[in-house]
């Protein structure tokens, strides 16, 4: 009966056949180790006018795609009202500034003149007063003056007294605080007011403060403006920024100086090159992304790139040359320790390897493995690869 059971698993082993695989080989060259991303591209320098008060456009002297020069007058906003609130603003100061100076000299002068009229007749009245009394004690010694005469003449005095009194703290301290602080306000409010609407006039003749383009023109000559409304955007478009959005695990592979590539849909035969110029500081959310968002400056003196456009945005985060590759897929982990397969006379042997840098389609073999090794890949089949196993390569 062992016989029998013996002959019975021998056609079993004798179907057992090499496990068919395909196969890659170590190479030298170049490895990127990227993150690959999106961004957004805006100019360096960028300039945004808008309209400082409702009104209408009177003059629109460029249309958008314009190169324009610095100082050039651009667009003319009908500035009518806002010169009339400039005058009026003018001539509440003058009477701010007038009203100021009285207070530094205690009146207007014909109110000066008054109060020096006021105090000399106070003054003779005072003296008057101080004669009668005098004259009044000296009778009333000699019995020719009742006391009732000399009260009367004492309560003259005092009452011509705090005449004078009155006068001189008038001329002395003309207005008080509040009456000062009250001025002052007028003063700043009227200062602040022609201060704005000379700051309106001048936004209401739009000029280009630099060299560059005309990217940005949403209003047509004649159209009626809201405060704020965006009038035009001009750039200068030899320099873009681009500003790229990594998603949060990434974040932590990006240092200031690391190399970018920036490509754009509309020109697929086109690359930008730049280098990052901040790494983010912070995480937002984008859409259904956390991000951080980092800069770079590129290049862009054909002004082929144009500002507002989606781009497509290749960080750079280590580069190696001249270094041991071979395909992401034939390295495999074993608690976190990369091996391959070796293939060698048509045997699979594990080797353990030290791997470094790594993208999508390959792995950089630090050591373990020599140049042109043959290693398997995935097999042909359901049979797994085991060390020992005899392969057969298949394209």
Known sequence: MGVVAALALVPVFIRQGPIRIRTTTVE?????????????????????????VPTVVRRLLVKEGDHVRRGQLLLQLDDGDLRSQAARAQAQMKAAQANDADLSTGGTREEMLT?????????????????????LRRLSQQGAASAGEVKQAEDDLQRTQADVTLLEQKKK????????AKVQAQGAEAQA???????ALQKSSVRAPFDGVVYTLPVKQGAYVQTGDLLLQVGDLSQMLVRTFVDEPDIGRLAPG???????????????????????ATVKLRGSRNVGEVTCTVDNHDLRLLPNVNV???????????????RREAVRMDDAKPYVYQVEDGVLK????????????????????????VVALAPVGPKPLTDGARVKVVP
């Not at 301290?173 to 000062?180: F, K, L």
């Not at 007011?193 to 700051?199: I, L, S």
């Not at 590539?261 to 509309?266: F, H, I, K, L, S």
């Not at 792995?363 to 042109?372: M, Q, T």
């Open 312 to 326: 497509g945005v290749t960080v750079i985060t280590a580069e190696r040359s001249q270094v041991l590759t071979v």
């Open 350 to 373: 594990r080797r353990e390897v030290q791997v470094s840098l790594q993208n999508l389609t390959r792995v950089e073999i630090a050591s373990g493995l020599p140049e042109n090794a």
């Open 173 to 180: 301290d003309r207005y008080s605080q509040p009456e000062v």
């Open 28 to 52: 030298r060259g170049s490895i990127r180790s990227l993150i690959s991303t999106n961004g957004k591209v805006e100019p360096i320098r960028n300039f945004e006018a808008h309209s400082p």
């Open 115 to 135: 109060l020096d009229s006021q105090l000399i007749k106070a003054h003779a009245a005072r003296d008057a007063a101080q004669r009668n009394l005098d004259a």
């Open 258 to 280: 690391q190399k970018i590539e920036v490509t754009w849909d509309a020109l697929p035969d086109r690359v930008w090159k730049g280098s990052v110029s901040t790494i983010p």
């Open 193 to 199: 007011a022609f201060d704005a609407a000379e700051n």
